[in-house]
């Protein structure tokens, strides 16, 4: 019992120490940022009411691993999976920040091109899936059926889920407080799964994850005063798709990252239907812009959305007890 009031109190001052560290940091970064330049580009054809926004610092997400790094470093043993994690978290981000550098750079509110973006993110989505494979990493957990060993079909299914993952919390960073308010709750979600399993690494992670999504909350609430940009979102994509993968719960994101899914099939069935029919099934996509077109103030949006991804999170973690993993 002692042991276990020994690590909550660790978890706890972890993430108070990330929180603490990324209000201190925003604030700090936020002059410099305008100093430079570092703009919000707003897209003309948005919401009106986004215009606004138009030179709002952005690329905030540069700080999350300054403090990530030197956080979980100190406060646990460097395991191959936290230096993993480690690895995919920055190179996830820098793709972000190239990407940020050329909209501000250019003034403009496209980055990369699309291949380009997605030639990155392959690469680094192959590079960690192989990892996993060649140290031995071909089972997956199945709510109601276990372990499954997928043999190298698992390379597959690593590519797609990390690629997809990263994409859709992309697509999910479109309001204030919206990316870091629904990534907090999957982040302590893996963080409770991997307690569970032991995974002591992965639960320093996640929780430090889900401290510098919480601080950032303290300056990207509406109206923010930070964006995290690209930077931001794919730092985040990629630390929960490594922390989901690592955990052997790929599934499992389908249904914790409810929220981000709907975001990016919204995209999705969004292209298909206009250039298959010229017509548009949504407003705008992704969805939480469809919702502003029908008038709901983004506030709103953004608290549905973070109460949905917590009733999501619970039948994530049922989902998780049914996979027989406990116990064992």
Not at 41 to 61: F, I, Q, W
Not at 299 to 327: K, P, Y
Request: glycine share 10%.
């Amino acid at each position: 019992m002692n042991h276990y009031w020994t690590e909550l109190n660790k978890l706890l001052f972890i993430w108070l120490s990330c929180f603490i560290l990324t209000v201190i940091c925003s604030y700090i970064i936020i002059p410099y940022l305008r100093k430079l330049k570092f703009g919000q580009t707003v897209r003309l054809e948005g919401p009106e009411k986004h215009l606004s926004k138009a030179g709002t610092p952005t690329m905030g997400g540069m700080i999350f691993p300054f403090i990530l790094l030197p956080v979980i470093s100190l406060a646990g043993k460097l395991t191959p999976q936290i230096v993993a994690f480690m690895t995919v978290t920055v190179l996830s981000g820098f793709i972000g920040f190239i990407d940020d550098w050329i909209k501000v750079a250019k003034r403009r509110s496209m980055g990369f091109r699309a291949r380009e973006k997605m030639a990155c993110q392959i690469l680094l989505a192959t590079g960690f899936s192989l990892w996993l494979y060649f140290r031995g990493e071909t089972i997956i957990l199945v709510p109601f059926a276990g372990e499954i060993n997928l043999g190298v079909w698992r390379i597959l299914l690593d590519i797609v889920a990390f690629i997809a993952t990263v994409n859709a919390i992309n697509f999910t960073d479109g309001l204030d407080g919206l990316a870091s308010g629904t990534v907090s709750v999957s982040a302590v979600t893996f963080g409770v799964m991997a307690f569970m399993t032991g995974a002591t690494g992965l639960t320093l992670c996640s929780i430090a994850l889900m401290g510098i999504c919480t601080g950032f909350l303290w300056v990207n609430v509406y109206p923010a005063r930070l964006f995290m940009g690209d930077t931001g979102s794919l730092t985040l994509g990629g630390a929960i798709a490594a922390i989901a993968m690592m955990l052997r719960l790929e599934l499992l994101i389908l249904v914790v990252g409810g929220i981000f899914v709907a975001e990016m099939l919204s995209v999705v069935i969004q292209v298909i239907s206009f250039k298959t029919t010229g017509k548009r099934v949504f407003k705008m996509s992704p969805i939480h812009h469809h919702f502003e077109k029908l008038g709901y103030h983004e506030t709103t949006i953004t608290l549905r959305f973070c109460l949905i991804s917590m009733l999501l999170a619970i039948g994530g973690f049922n989902l998780f007890l049914a996979t027989g993993v406990i116990g064992k």
